[in-house]
């Protein structure tokens, strides 16, 4: 199926605004990727796995495993590193790991990143380059189509922060897929049901190494639990609150924090990688400050996370529409799907 290719037919008319906002030799350095530094975030963040692990089997010091002061925070923790993959996997996406591409190591580490995530690479890669083109449209951006909450409910967005999510959002891959091509389909597939194995598999060896508790800790709670709270806090500081008028405010611009970059892996500044997405993401925190003067010009304000939940939530705004306009009507439907 033929898409629109919306953001970059958007994006046109502000190309030459976009060359000027860095001197061309300080962007070729911030385009510049470096395997070595890709792969020691990689290292770190399957050590930080390894850890969490470690103390939710074992303890840690005077804490016992199951003492609710230890597991809970290495929980919440693993559960963001879990999600976090997908941030590596992005990289490949948009082959910012290596200088130039090499199919078979990029393969490799994308499959990596999406089973210990619990997704299928190839889709993946798919749906997140169609984001990418098809940025603004209701019908083409497969994310704002199929993803995006279509009722303007504070129940029905919490769910989101449930394992409900995972129904959700496998959901909306299922009916994106559909229009691939049959060779994707099926590559798709395969993935899926390998991804499903390890993961059961991994589940199966905790319970019969230490029981459900077990297993709960580890796996269950950190999947489930966690991780559709980080994917939810993540997605609401991408493009929710927008100005639908000006493509250059399609996205939102987050405030800096070495918090979230570490938690989100730098993945929170999404309005600079959208912008510039050969940027590779250990150079993301650069590019957001060096972008300053043309974030003031177009008059785009930071946001910090705490600000974004309590207006989603709390004044219940709706989805991709300008939030600095004012309280959006509650309860109300965000649009009907439109037909595809």
């Known amino acids: 199926m033929t898409k629109s290719r919306t953001y970059w037919k958007s994006l046109a008319a502000f190309k030459q605004e976009l060359g000027q906002a860095i001197p061309i030799e300080e962007l070729r350095e911030l385009h510049r990727r470096r395997p070595e530094v890709h792969l020691l975030y990689a290292a770190r963040q399957f050590g930080i796995i390894g850890v969490c692990t470690w103390g ?22 693993q559960g963001f590193t879990f999600f976090n993959m997908t941030t590596l996997l992005h990289e490949v996406v948009h082959n910012g790991v290596f200088p130039t591409t090499r199919p078979r190591p990029e393969r490799a580490l ?45 129940w029905y967005k919490l769910l989101y922060c449930t394992p409900a999510l995972m129904v959700i959002y496998f959901r909306a891959a299922a009916n994106e897929s559909a229009s691939y091509e049959p060779e994707l389909r099926r590559t798709i597939k395969r993935e ?19 029981g459900w508790a077990l297993a709960a800790r580890v796996q269950l709670v950190p999947y489930f639990v966690v991780f559709p709270v980080a994917f939810t806090l993540n997605r609401l500081g991408q493009h929710y609150n927008i100005d639908p008028t000006h493509p250059l405010k399609w996205a939102t611009l987050m405030k800096a924090s070495h918090l979230w970059d570490f938690l989100f892996v730098y993945s929170n500044y999404h309005l600079e990688h959208h912008y510039f997405p050969r940027v590779p993401f250990y150079n993301l925190r650069k590019l957001h400050f060096r972008l300053q003067p043309l974030y003031a010009r177009v008059g785009l304000r930071s946001h910090t996370y705490r600000e974004i939940v309590w207006r989603w939530f709390v004044e219940n705004q709706k989805p991709h529409t300008d939030w600095e306009a004012g309280p959006t009507a509650p309860d109300a439907p965000v649009l009907a799907r439109p037909a595809r």
Do not use: C
């Open 56 to 77: 939710l089997w074992n303890g840690w010091g005077l804490l016992d495993a199951t003492n609710p002061l230890l597991w809970i925070p290495l929980a919440i923790l």
């Open 110 to 154: 994308g499959l990596a990143y999406a089973i210990s995530s619990g997704i299928s690479a190839s889709q993946f890669t798919r749906w997140h380059l169609d984001h990418h083109d098809n940025l603004g449209s209701d019908e083409d951006d497969p994310k704002r189509h199929w993803l995006s909450p279509k009722r303007n409910k504070r």
């Open 192 to 210: 899926r049901l390998v991804t499903m194995l390890v993961q059961f598999g991994v589940m199966g060896l905790l319970v019969w190494m230490g």
